[in-house]
């Protein structure tokens, strides 16, 4: 069935996105009685349609989200490597990705983050319905020097004195946040590594150079793994 996320609520009717309503009636061509599934609030609901409105038929059972709250820190990329990363760590239950511009990425900084904000959050948020998501994850656009996180800060590394993710994970009493920092094709710069270092535990993958697209999915995975119920 399909699932859209609520821009508001109006007594019993749920008010979506213009973008939602000509997807529900030209894509799915959906008509009046046909029923959806509408989150908002992190609450989903079984709704119908009728003339062109969104009415509420009941409240569904949620379910808990088994994962701590995990921000991904990735470098900006070229447009395919950021959509594939942003659709699948979203469909792997990532709360919230800050992108920053990196001193050896080979996308440089621009003036407009807004735009890419605008066509990111497309994607974050059809990913979440797409994977029956309760809430879509936060993105954002900062520099290196303004993370000022809360949490277990882990920067991922090719340092081979670095723990292993896996240990780090195991010496975490209580799972609150993680975040996590990932490099950029060419790797973080001294002056980059030398700032992260001072607030973030250094940890490695492994013996194999991963792509840089491939490490926040890599990451998520073992994430999942060690914390997931």
């Known amino acids: 069935m399909q699932r859209y996320f609520a821009k508001e609520k109006n007594n019993d009717e749920f008010i979506l996105n213009n973008d939602d309503m000509r997807h529900i009636k030209l894509v ?105 998501r309760l809430d879509i994850p936060k993105i954002s656009i900062k520099n290196l020097n303004e993370l000022a996180l809360e949490g277990k800060n882990i920067i991922c590394t090719t340092n081979e004195k670095s723990q292993y993710l896996k240990k780090i994970l195991k010496s975490i009493d209580i799972y609150d946040r993680i975040n996590i920092v990932i490099g950029p094709e060419g790797g973080f710069s001294e002056k980059e590594e030398e700032l992260l270092l001072k607030s973030f535990v250094p940890t490695t993958l492994g013996q194999r150079i991963l792509r840089v697209e491939t490490v926040p999915l890599f990451v998520m995975s073992v994430i999942n793994y060690e914390i997931m119920e």
């Open 28 to 132: 799915m061509r959906m008509k009046d009685n046909d029923e959806i599934i509408v989150v908002q609030d992190k609450k989903p609901y079984l709704c119908y349609l009728l003339e062109n409105k969104v009415i509420i038929k009941e409240k569904l059972e949620s379910y808990a989200n088994d994962l701590p709250y995990v921000c991904l820190i990735i470098p900006i990329l070229k447009e395919n490597k950021m959509d594939y990363i942003l659709q699948k760590s979203t469909e792997m239950g990532v709360s919230e990705i800050i992108t920053y511009y990196a001193e050896r990425s080979v996308i440089k900084e621009t003036n407009n983050n807004q735009k890419k904000l605008d066509r990111w959050m497309r994607i974050i948020k059809e990913a979440s319905e797409q994977c029956h």
